[in-house]
């Protein structure tokens, strides 16, 4: 970030804190469930699912427990994805205010941000933001007279890629391996030490506050296509421009790669790039002017996900690209389920293989096979299945190059 | 749910000092069970001591009542816990696709030649720890590492040796 983030005071000049105090004047926790349902608003860490939805399984009324949390996922560690630490660098305040309507909403008195703990000035700028609305009131007991209570805790993970994973993340958080749970029970039912839980993702949370002060129609106009409101969309590779920026769902690809990032650098052709992280399937240059849209990037049989665009150039071997990704998920593998702990390292070793002129079609064919065994519904959580996205894609983009690999006996990018 | 520490290992355990057992005790007002604050404890224990020796987590176990066996699952199950020595910095550094499509691998051969450490090993004058990290999430700076608490970007052999510099000049 290039400036420091807000203090409370400037944030409340920018209408900072407007929502809660829309909620002291009388705005039930029904009524803002119904605006976060209207709005259309959908879950930006990377899955896509309706945050209105998700929070309406949260058991209510006299025979729901009492005690219900807020857990907001920060353990940001999507290969290419840096969206996250850019909210909670600069504009911890919106994340704190956020939180504030999704817990008042479900019934949560306790709120825990499961903050990644390489993120070091994330840690010091939410803990000041934190500080800051205690004294002024908008945490802590009765919060402006509304008689709801809320507390957040910040908690600094001890690391692992696994702990993105929603029921992961509640282990991690309870002192325990991370090793996903099975669902059902969702947390939205059984979630941390057994109570009813809602994990939202930092941007997710960070789109309640603007959705609430200025309403369902300002917040559906953001959006330039079929999904609502505004994304932060990110570059990163071989680019002009590298970085992140707010722009509408439903703007063209190459506006942002282009448009934003400057395209390639000079000398470099783009040759692919995974749209929203390492767990998404490759698209190519003639998906440009497909618009960045939920429903438009799977039509193309990819995945919006987190939003941040990683570029492959010309120049830089596609193969290795995939092989990089193999190792960063064989590593991050809990061990849990099989076809994970040992589907992973086994295509990671045919990588290396490739890499050093080793690779044969027979292994070609395992690869491919490992796509399906390693699939979704194969696997206990989501990991494995996000590795084969890169994987299957990188196979059928990338047959030349796998070839070229196996018929030089080298990478014929090396030289 | 807690079993005893067996009296074998629990002779092995250390004292564990004040300002642990007050920072510990702290984390005990967050959570609602010991279990969760078992982690929080070993992150306190490593804060101090630099790392989290057998000595450490057999303390933890028996000030939080938890079953050594347990913990040491959970210390061994998170790369941001060390159970063994580190040097006086420990270097995290990124090498996930974007810092490798920006060509991190020879800023890690540069770092490797001039420390002589390759991963998962520590200097002989225990100044640097040389670990790989997952994606930091600053790739639009990349290449980039952590060195102790601070990030540092757009990484070059020129500027690493400035880096690697500044830290030996500041613990000499």
């Known amino acids: ?415 | 749910m807690s079993t005893q520490v067996i009296a074998s290992t629990k002779n092995r355990a250390r004292q564990l000092t004040e300002e642990e057992i007050a920072e510990i005790e702290h984390e005990k007002t967050l959570y609602p069970d010991n279990q969760a604050v078992g982690l929080e404890a070993l992150k306190i224990v490593q804060k101090y001591q630099g790392w989290v020796s057998d000595e450490s987590l057999l303390a933890i176990a028996d000030y939080l009542d938890l079953s050594a066996a347990d913990l040491e699952g959970v210390a061994t199950f998170f790369n941001l816990v060390y159970r063994q020595p580190v040097g006086k910095n420990v270097i995290l550094f990124c090498n996930s696709v974007s810092c490798w499509i920006c060509r991190c691998d020879d800023i890690k051969d540069h770092i490797s030649k001039k420390l002589d450490i390759d991963f998962g090993q520590t200097t002989e004058d225990d100044e640097f720890t040389f670990i790989p990290v997952p994606c930091l999430g600053d790739c639009d700076n990349a290449p980039v590492m952590m060195v102790g608490d601070d990030l540092h970007r757009n990484l070059t052999p020129e500027k690493v040796d400035e880096i690697i510099t500044q830290y030996r000049n500041k613990s000499a």
């Open chain 1, 1 to 415: 970030m290039s400036r420091p983030p807000l203090e409370i005071a400037a944030y409340e000049a920018n209408d900072g804190y407007q929502s809660v105090h829309k909620i002291a004047g009388g705005l039930s926790a029904n009524d803002v469930l119904d605006t976060i349902k209207g709005s259309g608003l959908k879950g930006r860490g990377g899955a896509g699912f309706p945050t209105g939805l998700k929070w309406s399984f949260v058991p209510q009324g006299e025979n729901s427990p009492e005690q219900k949390y807020l857990v907001v996922n920060a353990d940001e560690m999507e290969p290419g994805t840096f969206k996250d630490r850019l909210l909670m660098e600069g504009d911890p305040h919106l994340l704190l205010e956020g939180m504030i309507i999704a817990a008042y909403t479900i019934g949560a008195s306790k709120a825990y941000i499961f903050l990644r703990g390489e993120y070091t000035t994330s840690v010091r700028t939410l803990k000041n933001a934190i500080a800051e609305a205690y004294d002024k009131g908008y945490l802590g007991k009765n919060i402006l007279n509304t008689g709801f209570d809320l507390d957040i805790i910040l908690h600094t993970s001890a690391g692992r890629y696994i702990c993105g994973e929603e029921t992961a993340l509640l282990n991690a958080l309870e002192g325990k391996r991370a090793n996903p749970r099975a669902k059902p029970p969702f947390p939205q039912v059984s979630g941390l030490w057994g109570k009813p839980t809602i994990v939202n993702n930092v941007e997710t949370i960070c789109n309640l506050p603007g959705i609430l002060t200025y309403g369902i129609d300002w917040y559906k106009g953001l959006g330039q296509g079929a999904d609502a409101g505004t994304k932060l969309f990110g570059v990163s590779g071989r680019v002009k421009n590298p970085g992140c920026w707010e722009m509408p769902l439903g703007v063209s690809i190459r506006e942002l790669l282009e448009g934003k990032a400057g395209g390639m650098q000079d000398g470099l052709g783009l040759k692919a790039f995974l749209p929203g992280g390492g767990s998404t399937d490759f698209m190519l240059p003639e998906h440009l002017d497909i618009a960045l849209d939920y429903d438009e990037i799977a039509k193309v049989g990819s995945r919006l996900a987190t939003g941040t665009m990683i570029i492959l150039d010309d120049q830089t071997c596609p193969v290795g690209m995939v092989g990089n990704l193999m190792k960063f998920f064989a590593h991050e593998s809990c061990g849990f389920c099989t076809p994970c702990r040992d589907g992973l390292p086994w295509v990671d070793t045919i990588f290396r293989e490739f890499e050093e002129g080793r690779g044969s079609e027979k292994d070609l064919q395992i690869l491919r096979e490992h796509v399906d065994y390693m699939g979704p519904g194969r696997t206990f959580c989501a990991l494995a299945p996000g590795a084969t996205a890169p994987l299957g894609s990188g196979l059928k983009y990338f047959e030349d190059d796998f070839k070229a690999h196996i018929k030089q006996k080298r990478c014929p990018y090396k030289h």
